[in-house]
């Protein structure tokens, strides 16, 4: 994955992983899934519980050695034994899963440079420039026939058509359609 | 999926690939994008549906922990999911447009799979691709603006 992604999986932007590295003495973090259920209980520790970035990947190295379904993790007790810090490591793993998982699916490249601003755009007719960019005018002149029912039931035929011809692994069943 | 969520009252606007396919897209698109209310009856609804279609964050090996509950939107409001029924995306908040209630207002009903949804109108949808920055959008960008503009000469015909 990206830095960029990476961040974003771990709930920090990417600055704050540079200067977490660098405190951490790594001169590069792997932007891996593992690296980043890691640091992603190193930025909770640190920014909820307002514990350094060192004491906090210590915390987050000794919870990670249990099971990911752990609800009870004992990371800390106070001096005088009156507070205990608990990490419900499920919680966090659920969390972290599906922070992953938009990073992966969302994070995609960026469109280069700056935005074309809103007039310099507009000053070209919208088809000429779909068409000078590949759109095939006459499938969206069919398409605009259709009511959209029609369309939509047509869209679910394809992709049906598609999922029989590209069979993915999947950890569920594969989805039905409509 | 759509049934699913009217028949459960979810309250949601369909945004994304499925609603460019509504308004006369050409693209192939495999899941459903929607913006929900945030609000609790709303979202412990969509939990509901979402846990009985066993709903699992897409692409994340299996094995780890995942709570589908109404607690998990609070942490992750915006999630990719792949269930049983199908793939989805729920966002909170629609870029360059803003929540459920700003994308509602910026809707059109169409009825599909005996259903009626609300679908984000074709000029909103056109704003939030654009806002993303995301090249992907960037490249669906022609398509639908042509698509606008020849739904605009129709209706003056």
Redesign the interface.
């Given at each position: 994955m990206t830095r960029a992604q990476f961040a974003q999986s771990v709930d920090a932007d990417e600055k704050w992983v540079e200067n977490a590295a660098a405190a951490l003495n790594l001169p590069q973090v792997g932007y891996t899934r593992k690296e980043a259920y890691r640091f992603g209980l190193i930025r909770l520790l640190s920014r909820d519980f307002a514990i350094p970035v060192t004491r906090a990947a210590i915390l987050a190295d000794s919870a990670l050695l249990e099971l990911?379904?752990e609800r009870e993790v004992r990371l800390k007790s106070a001096d005088n034994g009156n507070a205990i810090l608990v990490l419900d490591l499920?919680?966090y793993?659920?969390?972290?899963?599906?922070?992953?998982?938009?990073a992966?699916?969302?994070g995609?490249?960026?469109?280069p440079g700056r935005?074309a601003s809103a007039d310099r755009y507009r000053e070209r007719?919208?088809?000429i420039?779909?068409?000078d960019?590949g759109?095939?005018?006459t499938?969206?002149?069919e398409?605009?026939r259709?009511r959209?029912?029609e369309?939509?039931?047509r869209?679910?035929a394809?992709?049906a058509f598609?999922?029989v011809l590209r069979p993915v692994h999947?950890?569920?069943?594969a989805?039905?359609?409509? | 999926m759509l049934g699913g969520l009217v028949s459960a009252e979810v309250r949601f606007v369909v945004v994304g690939g499925l609603a460019g396919a509504a308004h006369g897209s050409g693209r192939l698109t495999d899941d459903l994008d929607l913006c929900y209310d945030v609000t609790g009856d709303n979202v412990e609804r969509l939990s509901a549906v979402l846990a009985a279609w066993d709903a699992y964050p897409r692409g994340i090996d299996p094995g780890l922990p995942f709570f589908m509950d109404a607690r998990q939107f609070r942490t992750t409001p915006v999630m990719t999911l792949a269930t049983r029924e199908g793939y989805i995306d729920v966002l909170d908040i629609i870029t360059g447009i803003g929540g459920y209630h700003e994308a509602l207002a910026q809707s059109v009903e169409f009825t599909a799979f005996d259903t009626a949804f609300a679908v984000l109108d074709l000029p909103a949808l056109i704003v939030a691709k654009r806002a993303t920055g995301r090249r992907k959008d960037a490249d669906h960008l022609p398509e639908l603006e042509a698509l606008l503009a020849l739904t605009r000469a129709n209706s003056k015909e």
């Open positions: 990911p379904s499920a919680r793993s659920s969390t972290l899963a599906a922070r992953l998982s938009v992966l699916h969302q995609g490249p960026r469109r935005p007719d919208p088809i420039r779909a068409a960019y759109v095939d005018l499938l969206l002149r398409e605009l259709l959209p029912a369309r939509l039931a869209l679910d394809n992709v598609l999922r999947r950890s569920i069943p989805p039905k359609t409509s | -």
